[in-house]
């Protein structure tokens, strides 16, 4: 892992009646002002959050998982996240599994008072949830994702790499009371792109789709336990469509439950 890298990204929530319509049209735009908007293989993801019984890592504002992609497991630490407009930045921490990754990890919940047990030998080596299990880490969240990622480049940088990576995200739920899904649109500096560079991004699809995407302020892990919570009082009943997708009448409902209860 390099030392404390920040990750900067921002969501657009696709609001529109026909979810799936409008999520075609973003991913086939080919350029949108003054971005080309290249396409990248299709990719499967499946994200395990985890935390420890009394929520120690939740209480400190620490997001961890185990994220499978395409089959290949990554550890991912992320906090710290301060927003600015559309988007937000935040210390990221994230490595294919291993011995050395998982010793990053822990060093870093260490360093924010966060005591888990020293793991034992060969941890690292092993199936993640299990190994991770050992050290008192239980699963709180799991999404299966499919993303259809388009590399971000300027208009006319010939030979020059990407400045950020726009996907539509199709993320499912994996929740105590069944499935739930929605669709977003997740724009993240690389390389050369930064704050500037994502804020305008966002800012071009929000005009050029205004009665399909809207500003998402709030993170996929909040998010997903925002939903779970509202599906076990029974609020979003009569409000998920028959692929279990969330029906946009139930958006706004959503975003005032996170507003009322971020922390």
């Known amino acids: 892992m390099s030392e404390k890298p920040r990750e900067v990204e921002g969501v657009l929530l696709v609001w529109a009646d026909d979810q799936e319509a409008a999520g075609r049209r973003v991913a086939g735009l080919q350029a949108v002002d003054r971005f080309e908007l290249r396409p990248r293989p299709a990719q499967r993801i499946r994200d395990v959050y985890l935390d420890t019984g009394d929520g120690a890592l939740a209480a400190a504002k620490v997001a ?15 906090a710290d996240s301060v927003r600015s407009g559309l988007a937000a930045e935040r210390l990221e921490l994230e490595a294919p599994w291993s011995a050395g990754a998982l010793r990053t990890v822990l060093e870093e919940l260490r360093r924010r008072g966060i005591e888990l047990p020293d793991p034992s030998e060969g941890a690292g080596a092993g199936e ?37 990576e726009l996907t539509l995200d199709d993320v499912g ?13 997740e724009v993240e500096a690389k390389g050369p792109g930064g704050l500037e560079t994502v804020q305008a991004l966002l800012e071009a699809l929000a ?7 809207k500003p998402w302020p709030f993170g996929k892990l909040a998010t997903g336990r925002a ?3 509202l599906l076990a009082e029974g609020r979003l009943e009569g409000l998920l469509d028959d692929r279990q997708r969330i029906r946009p009448a139930a958006h706004d409902l959503l975003a005032e439950f996170l507003a009322e209860n971020s922390p």
Do not use: C, I, N, W
Not at 136 to 162: I, K
Not at 207 to 212: L, N, V
């Open 64 to 78: 961890f998982r185990v994220r499978e992609l395409d089959g290949q497991p990554l550890l991912t630490l992320k």
């Open 128 to 164: 993640p949830l299990a190994d991770l299990g050992g050290l008192g880490l239980r699963p709180t969240q799991t999404r299966e994702t499919t993303r259809t990622p388009r590399a971000v480049h300027e208009h006319g940088g010939q030979g020059t790499g990407p400045v950020a």
């Open 173 to 185: 739920y994996q929740l105590p009371a069944g499935t739930a899904r929605l669709l977003e649109v």
């Open 207 to 213: 005009e050029a789709f205004p009665s399909d995407l």
């Open 227 to 229: 939903v779970e919570r």
